[in-house]
């Protein structure tokens, strides 16, 4: 049997162990190693920061999840790999052997890099985010200016974007924004660059922000930061610098990104910034049986910017690591062709057109749909459906996410403030139940304190939605179609009873 090992509970972890797992079913054993206990959905994090979400809303602990499909769980810091002789030591003490192993451990803040950045607040993880809430919260019954600023060679800038948007409708939501000036501080050249380029974001972004009063400070290169004060060097492209200092009383910062400890400790190729090195089937360049997705992955060179932007990863793009990453473990177990991760990425680009496109889609939240967002309603609302998704996949495997888990996660969620009841519009149906379907239902529904018939509208809505994900793309249109006549014939039903009593009154 072999053993392989998956370092790290996160967005490309979890989703690493269940697709190895479905690889190998019994002729592995596969054990994730996480130095913490839970699974948590990252992209949130802005608005745990602001209060718009609760923990309970985007982490689970995880081992349930991993052992109900016979995944074992460590819990515990990885605190050195052994590549050469292929095995993990866990808390200092603990060692575990692998035949193969995939390190999906994500990547640590590099706050020292820069004097004083460590002690503004961020949302990277959910203790920075959840302690950021807390601060905001006592700031904001003080208020004064926020600083929202990513240093050189930060890479995931679209939730700087996303967090400054948050906060601007949330000191609306609180009548004071107006006493609270807000400014982002940025490496890029130009807003929407997000270490990217294009310029399709450009010109709606830098409307957006204009028209909710967020000042944009770019070819910002951070270079201290003092208890009241950012110090930035402001360049332009003929390489001159200028000097300056943009007050603040609270300040958020995305850091570069570099290696866990583990990793740059270890005889494994990493780069300047202990970021892992992989080749094109994302295994390590010197060891065959090391395998990597996600943040531990060194970035290929962003096309330069007078302040180092890094490039984005975003949770998509790891997925389709993971799946390229899995399928290579198993295929290089089993003597079969690997996949190449530079291969497939170029025919996703030359299918979407470009670099640009293929990045917006694979975000999810569309930043380029922020113009249209009023007071970051919008953005919030998609990013509730991106976290509802996969934390089903987490808890349930499915590829896609279920409607019908996505329903139940969303009555849970709103059952304690008693908002978010499923309403059926239209006329009734009425549907006759098996006696134990029906006991199953009233069950259910009194068990998440529903009313049975908005429960059971509810669960046939979702059922429906995940029935037409199995349909034949043939199917989904004649379905399309049969809806659309069967609506035409209850509206001319309507139409033909509202004139006969017209008719009558008359
Ligand atoms: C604030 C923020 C907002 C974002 N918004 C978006 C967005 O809107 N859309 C989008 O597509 N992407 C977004 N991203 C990017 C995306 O969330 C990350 O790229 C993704 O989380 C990286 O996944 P990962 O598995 O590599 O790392 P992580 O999700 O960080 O997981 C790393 C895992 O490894 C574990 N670990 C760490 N060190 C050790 C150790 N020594 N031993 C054992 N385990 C360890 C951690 O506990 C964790 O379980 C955002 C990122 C941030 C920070």
């Not at 460590?118 to 920075?128: F, G, M, N, P, R």
């Not at 987490?394 to 969620?413: D, K, Q, Y």
């Not at 006329?427 to 029906?438: A, G, K, N, P, T």
């Not at 199953?440 to 018939?453: C, D, G, K, P």
Request: with cysteine; proline share 5%.
């Amino acid at each position: 049997m072999q053993d392989i090992i998956v370092i790290g509970a996160g967005i490309a972890g979890v989703p690493a162990a269940y697709e190895l797992t479905r690889w190998l079913g019994s002729t592995a054993r596969i054990t994730v190693v996480s130095d913490r206990e839970y699974f948590h959905f990252v992209p949130s994090n802005p608005a745990l920061a602001v209060g718009w979400r609760v923990e309970s809303d985007i982490a689970l602990p995880i081992k349930p999840h991993l052992e109900g499909r016979g995944i074992d769980f460590v819990h515990g810091s990885v605190t050195a790999i052994d590549a050469d002789c292929s095995r993990i030591v866990v808390d200092g003490a603990r060692e575990l052997s692998y035949d193969s192993i995939v390190i999906a451990c994500g990547a640590v803040p590099r706050w020292r890099e820069i004097p004083g950045l460590a002690k503004l607040h961020s949302v990277l993880d959910l203790e920075q985010a959840l302690a950021t809430r807390k601060a905001y919260e006592r700031f904001a019954s003080r208020s004064g200016p926020i600083v929202i600023g990513a240093a050189p060679g930060a890479s995931i800038l679209g939730s700087v974007y996303e967090y400054a948007f948050l906060v601007d409708a949330d000191l609306r939501r609180r009548g004071i924004r107006r006493r609270v000036p807000i400014s982002i501080i940025t490496p890029e050249p130009y807003s929407g660059h997000l270490g990217i380029g294009g310029s399709a974001l450009r010109e709606s972004l830098t409307h957006a922000l204009a028209a909710h009063d967020i000042q944009w400070i770019g070819n910002a290169e951070t270079i201290g930061a003092a208890e009241d004060a950012i110090q930035v060097a402001r360049h332009t492209d003929g390489g001159r610098a200028k000097k300056e200092s943009i007050p603040y009383v609270f300040g958020v910062y995305w850091p570069r990104f570099g290696g866990i400890p583990a990793l740059t400790n270890s005889a494994l190729p990493t780069d300047a910034h202990g970021l892992l090195k992989v080749d094109q089937y994302l295994r390590s360049e010197q060891y065959e049986n090391v395998f990597a997705a996600g943040i531990c992955i060194a970035p290929s060179q962003a096309s330069p910017t007078p302040v180092e932007v890094g490039l984005p990863r975003t949770v998509d793009a790891i997925q389709e690591e993971v799946r390229i990453a899995a399928h290579n473990l198993v295929a290089s177990l089993r003597g079969q062709p690997l996949r190449s991760v530079a291969i497939e990425h170029a025919q996703r680009v030359m299918g979407t057109g470009q670099d640009q496109a293929a990045y917006m889609s694979a975000l999810r939240v569309p930043v380029g749909d922020i113009t249209g967002l009023k007071q970051g309603r919008w953005v919030y609302e998609a990013k509730k459906e991106f976290e509802n998704r996969f934390l089903n996949m987490v808890m349930f495997g499915f590829e896609h996410g279920s409607p019908v888990g996505a329903l139940i996660r969303t009555i849970r969620s709103t059952a304690a403030t008693g908002s978010g009841v499923i309403r059926h519009h239209g006329r009734q149906l009425v549907l006759e139940l098996d006696q134990s379907i029906y006991a199953e239902v009233v069950a259910m529904a009194t068990v998440l304190s529903q009313s049975s018939s908005s429960f059971a509208s509810g669960l046939l809505t979702a059922a429906i939605q995940e029935a037409k994900t199995c349909l034949t793309e043939t199917e989904r249109t004649e379905v399309q179609r049969r809806i659309e006549e069967t609506l035409i014939t209850a509206l001319q039903k309507e139409e033909e009873e509202r004139l006969q009593f017209e008719d009558g009154a008359s």
